[in-house]
């Protein structure tokens, strides 16, 4: 059974609601997700996410070890520069994502929550002579993010990630609530996920399934590296890749507006030509209220819906915008 990161101090703040599923542990909100929402996408605040897995490798062949399990480049991976990469099932199906950089001397990478002992356990079975040392570093180190244009500084020795939507602070955990203290107010998961969705970006478990492969959800390139072989799964990349049609793709859907509740994870996306009764040609993966969009999500279709139909995500009317290309 997978052993649950800490507890949020945070989740003892004023007005703070605990987060619910994969999410729990940490806040879902402070009080009012929309102005955190909007603090976030102006670059204030900063966001708990210390409910990620912390998994740490060191050694002389950590990179040149790595390279040859994940889908990146990352045997020549420059300090300091962030990287996602992905493990692939033997007939391409993600399995595990990692968000991760490196400082010099040790690999940093976090993960999802729930994943990080089937993670452990893959790696560890993989060392063989490598001059490796896998470590889970989740009781020490919480995730702490920093949207993009915030002025918040990382304590000096703080290992930063820094991608293109933020920073992400590996912060040992003793020092979690002085430093929200010092630079919030936090905001809680409820808006970072909306402006996830918002940015089109897939999750682990919301956006995939059994059997998703990371043409679907548009990861070719980001996440995976065409100019790398060598790495379980690498066939699938490549047939699908050369021959350009994955089974299903990631669509972003404006909702309307006007229903109460938004679609579950896993509601039924059908053409709204042919009714709430008709085929299902997909299904919801992530439903948001956006503090300027309304109700928005990310759904998986069938390759072959066309574009431009208007759509039925469990029962609410829903227009589409391409993500992935058919």
Not at 88 to 107: K, M, P, Q, R, Y
Not at 156 to 171: S, Y
Not at 288 to 316: F, M, Q, S, Y
Request: proline share 8%; hydrophobic share 40%; aromatic share 4%.
């Amino acid at each position: 059974m997978q052993r649950p990161s800490p507890t949020s101090p945070l989740l003892s703040l004023p007005g703070a609601v605990p987060a619910e599923g994969q999410d729990e542990g940490v806040a879902a909100h402070y009080g009012d997700p929309f102005r955190e929402q909007r603090a976030l996408a102006a670059g204030s605040g900063l966001v708990d996410l210390s409910h990620r897995g912390v998994i740490a490798v060191t050694g002389d062949d950590r990179l040149s070890w790595l390279h040859l399990l994940l889908t990146q480049h990352v045997s020549e991976l420059p300090p300091g520069q962030a990287a996602d990469a992905l493990i692939l099932s033997a007939n391409g199906h993600i399995e595990h994502a990692l968000h991760l950089v490196d400082d010099g001397h040790t690999v940093w990478a976090h993960v999802e929550p729930g994943t990080r002992e089937p993670l452990l356990a893959y790696l560890e079975s993989m060392k063989f002579f490598y001059r490796v040392e896998i470590a889970d570093r989740t009781d020490e180190f919480a995730v702490v993010h920093l949207p993009a244009g915030s002025l918040a500084k990382a304590p000096d020795g703080v290992v930063v990630r820094e991608a293109a939507h933020g920073r992400d602070l590996f912060l040992p955990r003793g020092e979690l609530a002085a430093y929200a203290e010092e630079n919030g107010p936090p905001a809680g998961v409820l808006a970072y996920e909306a402006l996830r969705v918002e940015a089109h970006r897939p999750r682990l478990g919301f956006e995939t399934d059994h059997r998703t492969i990371p043409h679907e959800i548009g990861l070719i390139g980001s996440a995976v590296h065409l100019q790398k072989g060598c790495y379980r799964g690498q066939e699938t990349v490549a047939r699908v890749h050369n021959l350009g049609k994955p089974p299903r793709r990631l669509v972003f859907l404006h909702l309307d507006g006007s229903e109460v509740l938004l679609p579950a994870h896993g509601a039924p996306v059908r053409l709204a030509s042919d009714g709430p009764d008709g085929r299902q040609l997909g299904f919801v993966t992530t439903a948001v209220r956006h503090h300027e969009l309304g109700p928005i999500a990310l759904a998986l279709v069938k390759r072959n819906v066309p574009v431009d139909a208007p759509l039925l995500a469990g029962g609410t009317a829903a227009a589409q915008e391409t993500v992935v290309e058919p």
